[in-house]
């Protein structure tokens, strides 16, 4: 019984020691994989100034398209001062308008052109009569009177022709040009503000930028924000990431461009992603000198974009091979 006992032992002795050599001795398989997560880059959707949220028209994991209402705020202040700033534009363009009817137009011109021509012909006869009378005054023929009545016709058509001299001027008179300037000017800032006030009324609400899910929701409706303060995460598939980290030694490997595989507990098969992005530097230097050993601790973060469409939930951990074909082929 005790020799039985002792073959026993000594053939578990061996079996133990062969398992142990052989786990020891065995050749090392090859690790191609490394260990990554799925990343995604949010879009942060603020409003430019603050206020209370009126409407949230989209919840967490919501779909939505570009330009598709996210959430409104109050704007009853900014409703008012587009009125006011429309009121003000109407009541430029009325005193413009003023302005332009007041000054002669061109028709009124020629007329007052016309009667200036009459009267210079009216003066040229008194001027002719005045002459007249003033011989014969001289020569004492004509009675004073007669030379005085004569005198006061030339001055009175002078006159005439001064005042329609007077009426041509005020008609184009440059200050009258001068005041349409400036209610041109001033039509221009008003309509300048209305644009202004139809901005900050119109960016009362925030829409999607590009067709997204949202991730995530902070705040509600009739919750209060601060301006650039983000309400919800858009994330758009185009922004999903694949980082991961590789060592040292097998940096050279990858190359910017290139494809790699995807694989994780619940994933498709088949998944692929390109590499967009490979660090420049390590994430972790150890403080002594190199060797070959301590090569290996040298790990650089490297980035890839998923090229099957597949929506990976954001941290998943995933493992990335490295493979030699073509996305597709």
């Known amino acids: 019984m005790k020799r039985r006992l002792a073959i026993a032992t000594l053939a578990v002795l061996l079996l ?12 090392q398989a090859s690790d191609t994989g490394f260990q990554g997560y799925v990343e995604g880059y949010l879009i942060f959707m603020a409003p430019e100034d603050g206020g209370r949220i009126e409407q949230l028209a989209v919840d967490s994991a ?18 008012a001062q587009r009125n006011e ?21 061109p028709e009124q011109i ?30 004492g023929i004509a009675s004073k009177a007669q030379f005085d009545q004569a005198r006061t016709a030339f001055e009175r058509d002078k006159a005439a022709v001064e005042e329609a001299q007077r009426q041509i001027e005020a008609g184009q008179i440059t200050g009258r040009t001068a005041e349409i300037r400036a209610a041109e000017a001033s039509v221009q800032a008003a309509e300048a503000a209305l644009r202004q006030a139809e901005t900050r009324l119109a960016r009362r609400q925030v829409v999607a930028p590009a067709a997204a899910q949202v991730q995530d929701v902070y705040f ?17 598939p185009e922004n999903r ?14 190359a910017l461009g290139t494809f790699v595989g995807l694989s994780c507990d619940s994933c498709p098969t088949r998944l692929q992603a390109r590499i967009s992005f490979i660090a420049r530097e390590a994430e972790f230097t150890p403080p002594i000198v190199f ?24 941290g998943l951990p995933v493992t990335v091979t490295p493979i030699e074909t073509e996305a597709g082929s």
């Open 291 to 314: 060797s070959e050993e301590e090569r290996a601790k040298l790990v650089f973060r490297v980035e890839a974009r998923p090229v099957d469409g597949a929506e990976l939930p954001i």
């Open 62 to 79: 919501d779909r939505v398209t570009q330009g598709q209402l996210l959430f409104r705020l109050e704007s009853s202040m900014q409703i």
């Open 16 to 27: 133990a020691g062969g398992a142990s050599a052989w786990f020891l001795l065995r050749p």
């Open 241 to 254: 990431r694949i980082r991961f980290y590789v060592p040292e030694p097998r940096l050279s490997t990858l």
């Open 110 to 139: 020629a007329i007052l052109k016309a009667q200036e021509g009459r009267a210079q012909a009216q003066l040229s006869l008194s001027q002719a009569e005045l002459d007249r009378q003033h011989t014969l005054f001289e020569r």
């Open 85 to 105: 700033a429309e009121a003000r534009l109407h009541q430029a363009r009325a005193q413009l308008a003023d302005l332009q009817t007041a000054l002669q137009r």
């Open 220 to 236: 509600r409706a009739g919750e209060t924000v601060s301006a650039s303060q983000p309400v919800l995460a858009l994330l758009p």
